[in-house]
T-cell receptor
């Protein structure tokens, strides 16, 4: 079975500050990891994903995440927060990289960006 | 990117009635569609996976007779909530993918309120 833990249901940062959203996973097989963003009353949009290869993954909107197997982590970062980054962020894990495979989501982190 | 739509975006119904939610892939043929349920301030919980032309595979704890899923074509899946009750009120999100895709594409969601 797979699971995802997102530490901190709410994170608040100042505009221009570093964004760090934490995600730890549990998986009995090599994991495939995803970060999604959800704006109010909308579906999810893929930010980035790790399948194999380079452990530092760059995504859209300046976000990146690093897969650390020894720490079972896949934290999401952005060097400088923008007001438009305010949204809900979900980390997810899958047993396979393809889109036809089941995703297990974390409980989400609400990011607030303040002036 | 691929576009997935849902209809309606918001529905209110009386207790005991049935409600149908449609999920369409607009610019690709989806071999697999997923249905999720999201409670306020919580994560997405997978309800079922459906492959075109096959019966849906339901997650443990999801009532098959209450949540009827039909994936009749490569561009359309429907979720019917039968004999809806207030506890069925939730945000329902679908996603779609196909063989070769590296991700699922999510619809904007349908908010169901049962009075």
């Amino acid at each position: 079975a797979q699971s995802v833990t997102q530490l901190g249901s709410h994170v608040s940062v100042s505009e221009g500050a570093l964004v760090l959203l934490r995600c730890n996973y549990s998986s009995s097989v090599p994991p495939y990891l995803f970060w999604y963003v959800q704006y109010p009353n909308q579906g999810l949009q893929l930010l980035l994903k790790y399948t194999t290869g380079a452990t530092l993954v760059k995504g859209i909107n300046g976000f990146e995440a690093e897969f650390k197997k020894s720490e079972t982590s896949f934290h999401l970062t952005k060097p400088s927060a923008h007001m438009s980054d305010a949204a809900e962020y979900f980390c997810a894990v899958s047993e396979s990289p393809g889109g036809g495979n089941k995703l297990t989501f974390g409980t989400g982190t609400q990011l607030k960006v303040e002036l | 990117g691929a576009v997935v739509s849902q209809h309606p975006s918001w529905v209110i119904c009386k207790s005991g009635t049935s409600v149908k939610i449609e999920c369409r892939s607009l610019d690709f043929q989806a071999t697999t569609m997923f249905w999720y349920r999201q409670f306020p301030k919580q994560s997405l919980m997978l309800m079922a996976t459906s492959n075109e032309g096959s019966k849906a595979t339901y997650e443990q704890g999801v009532e098959k007779d209450k949540f009827l899923i039909n994936h009749a074509s490569l561009t359309l899946s429907t979720l019917t909530v039968t004999s809806a009750h207030p506890e069925d009120s939730s945000f329902y999100i679908c996603s779609a993918s196909r063989l070769g895709f590296g991700e699922q594409f999510f619809g904007p969601g349908t908010r169901l309120t049962v009075l």
